[in-house]
């Protein structure tokens, strides 16, 4: 009975979590892989399930953004490629080494910085600037994503979506789709990480991983649906709320701070977060995309 409640709560897990990452670009990996730990699930062992269980959730999501038009291969491409080696690399950082969070709190930090930039962009209808689509930043991106995905389980969307959403010029639900489709990438290269790195020692949990990706591939075509039917403006200020709320959630926890504190910073920034819903009014012109 206890397992069959834990895999069913795997399966809500990866549906709540694919619903979030696949209309918003991010959350899949932090939702789930704050799941595995709490069940008390060693960090290695966590992240190369969550990995595995986003090859198939993600495959899904990719194809119906695809199918809905949401991506912008050239973007893709150069996010997924670089994800790829970053996943990889991140795998064996992870199972060889015991610490690799101190940089945590000043990525953090950088994070939210980003995310409150988003916010108020969007929140002034400023949505994306119009011209050809700039891809400069997305190798160094990836590269960076991939590695902490692998790492924590849970970096590529907040770290993939604000820089690109920032830098590309292109339309928040085609970042969305463009994000998703590459952690396909990441997450492949990450899981044969970890199976070169530790091909004896390191478990992969694979009910839960059955679970959290059937929860995440019910939910994957819907994600898609919903990200095209969000306005620009709405969407693109939810998704710098997020990368904030998910980034602010990493630098508390390297403070010994009591929780009406934790409370109250996380109920001013719900506040803000309806305000700016109410705001922008109007979507944001097609830019013209061309390849940079």
């Known amino acids: 009975m206890l397992i069959a409640t834990t895999i069913l709560s795997a399966v809500a897990a990866g549906f709540v979590a694919q619903l979030v990452d696949g209309s918003l670009g991010m959350g899949f990996g932090t939702i789930t892989m704050t799941f595995l730990l709490g069940l008390g699930i060693a960090p290695a062992v966590a992240s190369a399930s969550v990995n595995v269980a986003t090859i198939a959730t993600g495959t899904v999501s990719a ?19 670089p994800g790829a080696v970053g996943g990889f690399a991140g795998a064996w950082a992870l199972v060889s080494l015991t610490r690799l969070d101190a940089a945590t709190p000043v990525t953090s930090a950088i994070l939210i910085a980003l995310g409150a930039v988003i916010v108020w962009r969007f929140a002034k209808g400023r949505a994306t600037a119009t011209g050809p689509v700039r891809s400069g930043f997305a190798v160094p991106t990836g590269l960076v994503g991939g590695f902490l995905a692998a790492v924590g389980g849970g970096g590529w969307g907040p770290v993939t979506m604000p820089i690109t959403l920032a830098t590309s010029r292109l339309e928040p639900y085609k970042v969305v789709g463009s994000v998703s489709t590459a952690q396909v990438f990441a997450s492949t290269a990450a899981v044969v990480g970890f199976w070169f790195a530790a091909p004896e020692t390191l478990t992969v949990l694979w009910p839960l991983v059955a679970g959290m990706a059937v929860g995440g591939m019910a939910a994957a075509p819907l994600a898609a649906w919903l990200t095209r039917r969000i306005p620009t403006a709405k969407l693109g200020s939810t998704i710098g709320m997020l990368v904030v709320a998910l980034n602010l959630r990493t630098l508390l926890g390297g403070f010994d701070l009591p929780w009406p504190a934790v409370t109250a910073l996380y109920l001013a920034l719900a506040a803000v977060w309806a305000l700016v819903l109410v705001g922008p009014r109007r979507r944001a012109p097609e830019p013209v995309e061309a390849e940079a």
């Not at 194809?63 to 490629?81: D, F, M, S």
């Open 63 to 81: 194809v119906a953004h695809t199918r809905l038009r949401n991506v912008h291969w050239p973007t893709t491409l150069r996010l997924g490629i």
